[in-house]
């Protein structure tokens, strides 16, 4: 694939984060969570618990998560595409190198607290990041 297409697949991946992000930043608003309850049911698999309200530690932390999703849904296309087409080897290396340590204690953590499924999540989200990542660096 070449730069610019790997380019362009990130910017996609990015918008696709960055929807993701905002309806996961729903949870705090009761009457508009039911996609952020959606995606929290879906990530702790089995699909049972959409229609149970949210508790205020889960609205708080899927506020937090969001906005870091966001910031990073920003840097993969403000940064990471750009670096891409120009064949920066540094931020290409130093994502990849951010994602696996991300998917390492996201996926860890989460089947040591019960939700093993979320680990399946994260393998998408990581390989939907590190596609367009691999062409680009000629030293891993």
Do not use: H
């Not at 949870?27 to 049911?41: G, K, Q, T, V, W």
């Not at 618990?49 to 949210?54: D, F, V």
Request: aromatic share 12%; hydrophobic share 55%.
């Amino acid at each position: 694939m070449s730069a610019e297409k790997r380019s362009t697949f990130m910017l996609v991946v990015a918008v696709t984060f960055i929807i993701y992000s905002i309806l996961w930043g729903l949870a705090p608003y009761e009457s508009a969570n039911l996609p952020a309850r959606f995606i929290l049911d879906l990530a702790d698999w089995p699909f049972d618990k959409t229609s149970l309200a949210l508790d205020k530690n889960t609205m708080w932390l899927s506020s937090i998560g969001a906005g870091l999703l966001a910031a990073f849904s920003i840097i993969l296309g403000g940064i990471v595409a750009p670096a891409i087409k120009e064949g920066n080897q540094s931020i290409i290396r130093t994502t990849a190198v951010a994602m696996v340590v991300w998917y390492l204690i996201d996926s860890v953590g989460s089947i040591a607290s019960g939700v093993a499924s979320n680990a399946f999540f994260n393998t998408i989200f990581l390989i939907m990041v590190l596609i367009p990542l691999w062409g680009g660096c000629r030293k891993w």
